[in-house]
């Protein structure tokens, strides 16, 4: 059976090559948030051979991992599987947001020629609705042609609402002063 300090030590090398291969992404511009996610990843291991290295070596009996497979150099196997369990965490990582980018462009672009459809249709009926004014601008236009010449026939004139042009004063504002 597995002792405890080969256990957490077996751990401890696992948190720190993921922890330190999670830094060295998190300097790549493009690789930020994979690196924080595998700082976060090399963390859990850290602290399972802190807090839990009992448990640890239950676990590892539990699914056959032999004691003859560890001898002192317990430190190099962790840090081994921990680049292995981060290439691992990296391909998988990257598989599932290629393939979220692929659901997401496939909505986005049924969305667009959803949206351009509607437009084209919004646009064919404010078409129609701005041909249909036209055409009752121009009817009432003819009316009130009509009308005008009727009323150029009749020849009455029509007194101003305030009185006539002898009685207006042409000075009544004059004393009205404009700020500037």
Not at 144 to 157: G, I, P, Q, R, Y
């Amino acid at each position: 059976m597995l002792n405890i300090t080969s256990a957490e030590t077996l751990f401890s090398g696992i948190g720190i090559s993921i922890v330190a291969l999670g830094f060295l992404c998190c300097l790549l511009k493009s690789r930020i948030r994979f690196g924080i996610l595998s700082i976060l990843l090399g963390n859990f291991f850290l602290w399972s051979a802190i807090v839990f290295p009992k448990k640890a070596t239950d676990f590892m009996y539990q699914y056959g991992v032999d004691s003859s497979l560890f001898d002192k150099n317990e430190l190099y196997h962790g840090l081994a599987v921990g680049v292995v369990i981060f290439v691992v965490w990296y391909f998988i990582r990257s598989a599932y947001v290629s393939l979220l980018s692929k659901v997401f462009k496939k909505d986005t672009a049924n969305k667009t020629k959803e949206q351009s459809q509607a437009k084209s249709q919004d646009e064919i009926s404010k078409a129609k609705d701005v041909a249909e004014p036209e055409v009752e601008i121009k009817e009432l236009k003819t009316e009130d042609k009509a009308k005008s010449k009727v009323e150029k026939n009749t020849n009455e004139k029509i007194e101003p609402v305030f009185g006539s042009d002898e009685k207006a004063d042409p000075h009544l504002f004059d004393n009205l002063k404009l700020n500037k």
